[in-house]
């Protein structure tokens, strides 16, 4: 069955949209992929929702409406460029995150499914995270049932890394089981950094970083957090952390510390791994950031590459575990585990909409 999977990250730089060949269990085929940037109007008013639980208000129905007809655009330009993934029988749809509290069993993914339906003429399936959190889980990471899929001819112990606004590691045993949890900050606080320093939305290709020095006293109190004392499975909010600590640095040299806490924080997090990985293979946004991938492979003791080295595509990964999920959800297979979300038995989740 082929299934569009679409993702708009923490990061807020976006939609991706991805076309998959899958039965929910492998994955036969990908390629089809887009990936459209958010207007400056849409992103800065979903900017101004996150960090609260969504309430059903004007603001927050109007935002959710633009959020999803521009979802519905995506899926016409993807059907336009990409004329196979006209075949597709259902869409996943993530919907934007604008608040995740899972201790107080709360997630909130805007986006309207019904009127994606409506739009696209697909049958869509969204609201993925809820029912794991209703039954204790985090609710995050979802994709892991997606690397494992990837993963079946890679050689394991493996761990992948998704490097978006947050970051996650899937670590996948050699007899495919895996065990997954967020590992700190991503993009988040760099982007914060340099948008509120007033030099743009990210530090394009670490460009800040690279001229910076880091500031060892400044990296110490980053990291002086109970979340990294916390077993896993565990999950964050896009803004559980701040950059005050780096507040009276230069741009520079708070950007070079940025970026090491959030290499370091992958460091801390290799080291509660039942067994060290062969190789750690990274997606998302962070895999571009030489500098994120120069700190890693200096905390890391083994191998860091993006994906595209086993032939995946990086950018595409998150909409495509969507695209999968989907198709988990359409059969009733569970899409989190104990071992990935905390939840205390496998769960399956979403809720469908037809046109």
């Known amino acids: 069955m082929r299934v569009i999977g679409m993702m708009s990250g923490t990061s807020l730089d976006g939609v991706d949209a991805a076309a998959v060949e899958t039965d929910g269990d492998a994955v036969t085929s990908t390629g089809a992929f887009i990936s459209i940037p958010f207007e400056e109007g849409l992103r800065d008013r979903l900017r101004g929702l996150k960090g609260r639980p969504a309430v059903d208000s004007e603001e927050t129905r109007d935002a959710e409406r633009q959020l999803t007809l521009f979802h519905a655009d995506v899926v016409r330009r993807l059907i336009s460029e990409h004329p196979d993934a006209a075949s597709a029988k259902l869409i996943g749809f993530h919907g934007q995150t604008v608040f995740h509290a899972p201790e107080q069993r709360l997630t909130c ?128 909010d896009r803004d559980a952390f701040s950059f005050e600590p780096a507040r009276g640095l230069s741009l520079e040299d708070g950007a070079a510390t940025l970026t090491a806490f959030t290499a370091a924080a992958v460091g801390r997090s290799a080291k509660s791994l039942p067994s060290p990985p062969l190789r750690w293979l990274v997606c998302g946004g962070g895999r571009k950031n030489p500098v994120v991938m120069h700190d890693l492979r200096a905390v890391l003791a083994c191998p860091v590459e993006p994906v595209e080295a086993v032939g995946w595509n990086g950018d595409a990964i998150e909409a495509e575990a969507f695209a999968f999920l989907a198709a988990r959800s359409k059969q009733g297979l569970p899409l989190t585990y104990p071992q990935t979300t905390g939840v205390a038995m496998p769960v399956s989740g979403g809720v469908v909409h037809h046109p």
Do not use: C
């Open 109 to 236: 993914q805007i986006g309207d499914g019904e009127l994606l339906a409506r739009e696209t003429g697909i049958p869509v399936i969204g609201d993925f995270r809820s029912a794991d959190v209703a039954a204790g889980g985090e609710g995050a990471p979802m994709a892991p049932v997606y690397h494992v899929a990837r993963a079946r001819e890679l050689e394991r112990p493996v761990a992948v890394l998704n490097i978006g606004g947050v970051a996650n590691v899937t670590w996948i045993s050699p007899d495919g089981g895996a065990i997954a949890f967020d590992t700190g900050p991503g993009n988040a606080l760099i982007d914060d950094w340099t948008s509120a320093g007033g030099k743009g939305a990210m530090d394009v290709g670490g460009a800040f970083a690279r001229a910076g020095t880091v500031d060892g006293a400044v990296l110490e109190k980053l990291l002086d957090n109970p979340y990294f004392d916390r077993p896993y499975p565990k999950s964050l």
